[in-house]
């Protein structure tokens, strides 16, 4: 009996302290969105810029949701080469231990990114075979265009709001949003894709190390 109020208090403890060094994490909306910049200015430079590497500098941009809500960053890197960071509201370093979210920043990968084509999909394309839909851009000898730079930069979006819309790299135009992966119309309704689009491959781990 004694053992197992013994127990009963030790996983109470533990219980307590969880939730006591999760809630002294910080909230992410705390932060302004040049605040952020700054955090994660920082956090690239000591991770991806030093004398290992070709890169010679980077710029940051914020991506907005559907509902205009910043939700990550895009980071540009020279002379090639990017990455997404996601913002994370809650996180906790004790809740990473069980699999959760380490981080206020998640990095969509721990390499810059970089070789990735444009596409469109064939709708008339009935064949059950993945891929066989998929219409690739090639270039002038038939071969498919690979971009070593960013979909925003490719597209020369300029001061453009910049959009990730469910993997889809996008911006506002007066026909609502342009997917800059396939270069069509995104066609969406009370927030959800009325037809398949092409996406990024963008995909963010909880993992301690895609923690920025």
């Not at 914020?62 to 996601?86: H, I, M, Q, T, W």
Request: hydrophobic share 35%; proline share 3%.
């Amino acid at each position: 009996m004694i053992k197992k109020l013994i127990g009963i208090m030790i996983v109470v403890l533990l219980l307590f302290s969880l939730s006591v060094l999760t809630g002294c994490s910080e909230k992410a909306s705390k932060y302004s969105e040049d605040q952020h910049v700054n955090r994660i200015t920082e956090r690239i430079e000591n991770r991806f810029i030093n004398e290992s590497t070709e890169l010679t500098g980077f710029q940051i941009f914020p991506l907005y949701d559907e509902a205009d809500e910043l939700k990550y960053f895009l980071v540009e890197f020279e002379p090639y080469g990017f990455l997404y960071v996601r913002i994370n509201e809650k996180y906790s370093k004790v809740g990473s231990w069980f699999g959760g979210v380490g981080s206020m920043y998640t990095l969509s990968d721990t390499e810059v990114k970089t070789g990735w084509s444009r596409y469109t999909i064939d709708e008339t394309n009935s064949q059950p075979f993945p891929d066989t839909d998929i219409i690739w851009e090639t270039d002038e000898s038939g071969n498919k265009r690979i971009y070593n730079k960013s979909p925003y930069s490719i597209a020369e979006v300029g001061d453009a709001k910049r959009y990730l819309l469910d993997n889809i790299p996008a911006i506002k135009t007066e026909m609502g949003y342009l997917n800059l992966v396939s270069m069509t119309n995104v066609a969406f309704a009370n927030g959800q894709l009325l037809i398949k689009q092409p996406r990024a491959d963008i995909s963010f781990i909880q993992k301690g190390h895609f923690d920025l």
